[in-house]
């Protein structure tokens, strides 16, 4: 299909038509919701995603008045409008508006504004209210037991604010300052709670032109930044930790010109995959509990470890366990992070310093360039034990992703997808043992084209946002791989697929339950319960037919029934341009081998298993 990229939706002439120079906005008489549109179109917002509801027809009136000019797309939950407008923004940078009705409509959305918040991803939330004039009186839907009118209440924690326009006049300021915390400092989504009176109602207002853009590219203290490639220069082990600042601060061209003077391994945080081309020489993957070996050896036996956006989370760091995949100290930390509570947050810092990260490297360079004039600085003994590391891990894993036993190993199917997924491609993983999977062995090869829900683990992310990322950059193929666990949660995704005409490919990881959480029962109580999907009376595994799901949506769909088979269905698929669903059984007794840990209190954290599976430990 051809699809309008969202430069072409903002460059249509009517989507410029009512603008004026700074300063000269005439006043004109405007329903509160065509306020708010057109301010949007100003903002240069391509898409509403969302779902109607009795508090929010006001808004869709004004959004049908401008269909033309900004393009509405109706979902079938709420929490799926969130991940779309979540993973648009991991692509482009640029955020989207959600719409979502009073009462449970707007319920619905949390779980996509946390995994935003927790993700450092921004979006406008635009939540239906009850009219003003019912405030207090406990009308169908108002959250209003204990305050007035109260949603903003309900997602506190999971917004950077939430503003509550009570009057038409208010909009335009509301608008504007949303858009300013929407594009400035760490990213986060924002609400804008609407009385339904308030968008139908109308008053005589100026729509503010947008402000221009904040310039935040401040780099760090010049002699703090001196000290940190003193530093690096001196030690005899360093490595570099990007962690998702390194993508949200688009610094994937600084550090490669950074690593052509200063010869450094880099490691990232699994938040942090495809900042760097993994197939690079110096590029040895994600640490933490399901990182491969290269990563957290590099990391636990760095002497000085440059940390570039990085916030330490227990998943990146085995728990905060000293030795498995950091051991800080005796390692020397140098912090670079712009958000100031990031700094020595789970780390004493030897050098903690407060800039962006793309600007900080940039001085960096071109230090470098001056202390080392034409030679670069390498740390040959050091690449080259690492490179050893990779090799070992490699040799390993290169027997499974060449089986051919069906149900498919795990690690055969990722090859599979590394061999047939192109390199341009926007590649989602949901939540599940799939996404561990995901971590340890898909080598990401571009920023911002491997997209997941970290911080808040949101099943349904995937499923769901990989629609969102494919408006976003239109031009590459999409694949979500998802479990069939996460898979079941938003299934309807695929019936807005065929509405929109959206093409993407979802890669249905079917291991028949819960299998992460599974293998914790096994492994911390020796059973299980509640965690594989069975016919309750017999015990017998259950499978959803999605290959029959996809096909009464509308959607093409095929299973894969052997692992020879495996490559071929993934091209057919990727090649049809348009919704297409995958059915690939996995082998649900397989896990992911250890290199880190992972510790839940009171529970003993696991010993990694690689050294001895792979014979290094005998």
């Avoid at 006049?169 to 400092?185: D, I, V």
């Avoid at 050896?297 to 905060?320: I, K, Q, Y």
């Amino acid at each position: 299909m051809d699809m309008d990229t969202p430069d072409q939706i903002a460059a249509r002439p009517e989507a410029t038509q009512g603008t004026s120079p700074r300063g000269a906005a005439k006043r004109k008489t405007y329903k509160g919701a065509e306020i708010m549109i057109e301010y949007l179109i100003k903002e240069k917002v391509p898409y509403l995603f969302g779902v109607c509801g009795h508090g929010n027809i006001g808004f869709l009136d004004a959004a049908a008045g401008a269909a033309d000019r900004i393009r509405t797309i109706s979902v079938h939950h709420e929490q799926a409008a969130g991940y779309m407008a979540d993973a648009y923004f991991k692509v482009r940078h640029e955020p989207v508006a959600t719409y979502t009705s009073c009462g449970p409509g707007s319920c619905n959305l949390p779980i996509a504004l946390a995994g935003a918040m927790m993700d450092s991803s921004s979006f406008l939330a635009i939540t239906g209210n009850v009219p003003t004039t019912q405030f207090n009186r406990m009308p169908f839907q108002e959250t209003g037991r204990y305050f007035q009118g109260d949603f903003p209440s309900v997602i506190r924690p999971l917004v950077k604010k939430s503003f509550q326009p009570t009057r038409v006049e208010m909009l335009p300021l509301a608008m504007k300052q949303a858009f300013g915390l929407l594009r400035t400092g760490r990213p986060g989504p924002v609400n804008i709670d609407v009385p339904l009176n308030v968008f139908q109602e109308t008053a005589e207002v100026e729509i503010p032109d947008p402000d221009p853009l904040v310039k935040q590219r401040s780099p760090g203290d010049l002699n703090a930044l001196e000290q940190a490639l003193d530093l690096l220069l001196a030690a005899k082990r360093p490595v570099i930790l990007v962690g998702q600042g390194g993508l949200i601060g688009e610094a994937t061209g600084t550090l490669l010109e950074f690593l052509k003077l200063v010869r450094i391994p880099v490691v990232t945080s699994p938040n942090g995959k495809g900042t760097l081309d993994e197939t690079l020489d110096l590029a040895f993957g994600a640490i933490g509990r399901n990182g491969p070996y290269a990563a957290n050896e590099a990391a636990r036996n760095a002497d000085v470890l440059l940390a570039l956006g990085c916030s330490f989370d227990d998943r990146a760091t085995s728990a905060w366990i000293s030795g498995y995949t950091l051991t800080i100290p005796p390692t020397r930390l140098i912090q670079i992070d712009n958000d100031p509570s990031e700094i020595g947050r789970n780390y004493p810092v030897t050098l903690g310093i407060l800039g962006d990260i793309r600007a900080s490297l940039e001085i960096l360079v071109r230090r470098a360039r001056e202390k080392l004039a034409s030679t670069p600085k390498t740390f040959d003994n050091w690449v080259a034990t690492l490179r050893d590391c990779r090799k070992t891990w490699d040799d390993y894993q290169k027997p499974f992703t060449e089986s051919d036993q069906f149900p498919l190993r795990p690690e055969r199917l990722m090859q599979g997808l590394s061999r047939v997924v192109p390199e341009n491609a926007l590649f989602a993983t949901d939540v599940g043992v799939h996404h561990n999977w995901v971590v340890q062995l898909w080598k990401a090869r571009r920023p911002r084209h491997l997209l997941q829900s970290w911080g808040f683990a949101s099943m349904g992310f995937a499923t769901c946002g990989i629609l969102g990322a494919k408006l976003a950059q239109p031009e590459s193929p999409a694949i979500a791989v998802v479990g069939d666990g996460s898979f079941l949660m938003t299934p309807h995704i695929l019936a807005t697929a065929m509405e929109y005409d959206i093409p993407a490919v979802w890669v249905v990881w079917n291991n028949c339950g819960y299998c992460s959480i599974r293998d914790m029962q096994l492994g911390m109580f020796g059973q299980e319960l509640a965690t594989s999907f069975q016919i309750d009376k017999t015990k017998k595994l259950f499978s959803t037919d999605f290959v029959m799901l996809a096909h009464s949506m509308g959607a093409q769909a095929a299973r894969v029934d052997r692992a020879g088979d495996l490559e071929g269905v993934l091209e057919t698929a990727i090649n049809a341009n348009r919704p297409y669903l995958v059915e690939v059984m996995v082998d649900r007794d397989i896990r992911p081998v250890g290199t880190g840990t992972w510790s839940l209190p009171p529970f003993p954290h696991a010993e990694p298993n690689f050294r001895k599976l792979a014979g290094l430990d005998k």
